[in-house]
C-alpha cells in the first residue's frame, strides 16, 4: 500500500532561519512520482515541485531546495533563509503509475509558522 | 493568480438545499478533479475526469454527483447533505497521464458549510 508520512505536524521558527521538512515515503511500485505542495490560509494548494523515482538528482529553486534519496525512501524539503510570507501548510504526495488515474495521496501536512 | 476558478468561494446550505460547485480551467488540461479537505486534515480525492468521462469515484455517496459539461468545467452537484459534509471542497485539474503522472494544480476551494 502506498503511504506518505509527514512525522513533523507543527515548525515554528524566526524569519533568516533554515528549516527542513520531511517526507518519508512507502510504495511497491518501481514507478512513482513525488510532490510537494503549499496550501497557504487562503486554501489554494500551491504545486512546488514534481520528482519521479527515475531521477534522484536534487533540485534548488531559490530559498527551496529538495533532497530526494531512495535509498530512505525521503523526499525532503529545506527552505533557506525564511520569510514570513513561507507561513503556510506544507503536503507531501505520492503517485503511482500502476493505476494511470492521476490520484495523489498526500502525508498528514506540516504546519510551518514563521515569526518576525 | 490561479488558473483554477471555483465558485463560489463560500456556501452555507441547508440539508434539504440543492446547490452546485463550479470549476473551470483554461490550461488545455483533460484531467480533471474534486478533491475534499477537512480541518487540518489532508485533501482526499473525490473523483477524477479524463477526457470529460468519468475514471475515478472514490465510493462517494451519492449526495454528491459529479459532472463534467465539457473539457474546461467540472461542476460538483449537491443534495441532502449531511453536517459532516461541511468542508474545504478543491477543484485540479492536470495533462493526462500518458507520459507519467503530471502535477495538478489546484484552485482556492469552496468552502461549504452544511446547517
Known amino acids: 500500500a502506498q503511504k506518505v508520512t509527514q512525522a513533523q505536524t507543527e515548525i515554528s521558527v524566526v524569519e533568516k532561519e533554515d528549516v527542513t521538512l520531511d517526507c518519508v515515503y512507502e510504495t511497491r511500485d518501481t514507478t512513482y512520482y513525488l510532490f510537494w505542495y503549499k496550501q497557504p490560509p487562503s486554501g489554494e494548494l500551491v504545486f512546488l515541485i514534481r520528482r519521479n523515482s527515475f531521477d534522484e538528482q536534487n533540485e534548488i529553486s531559490g530559498r527551496y531546495s529538495w533532497n530526494f534519496q531512495k535509498s530512505t525512501s525521503s523526499f525532503n524539503f529545506t527552505i533557506t533563509a525564511s520569510q514570513v510570507v513561507d507561513s503556510a501548510v506544507y503536503f507531501c504526495a505520492l503517485a503511482d503509475d500502476s493505476g494511470n488515474t492521476g490520484k495523489l495521496i498526500f502525508g498528514q501536512g506540516t504546519t510551518l509558522q514563521v515569526k518576525p | 493568480d490561479t488558473e483554477v476558478t471555483q465558485t463560489p468561494k463560500h456556501l452555507v446550505m441547508g440539508m434539504t438545499n440543492k446547490k452546485s460547485l463550479k470549476c473551470e480551467q483554461h490550461m488545455g488540461h483533460r484531467a480533471m478533479y474534486w478533491y475534499k479537505q477537512k480541518a487540518k486534515k489532508p485533501p482526499e480525492l473525490m473523483f477524477v475526469y479524463s477526457y470529460e468521462k468519468l475514471s475515478i469515484n472514490e465510493s462517494v455517496p451519492s449526495r454528491f454527483s459529479p459532472e463534467c459539461p465539457n473539457s474546461s468545467l467540472l461542476n460538483l452537484h449537491l443534495h441532502a447533505l449531511q453536517p459532516e459534509d461541511s468542508a474545504l471542497y478543491l477543484c485540479?485539474?492536470?495533462?493526462?497521464?500518458?507520459?507519467?503522472?503530471?502535477?495538478?494544480?489546484f484552485g482556492q476551494g469552496t468552502r461549504l458549510t452544511v446547517v
Open positions: 485540479a485539474s492536470s495533462q493526462v497521464w500518458d507520459r507519467g503522472i503530471p502535477e495538478a494544480f
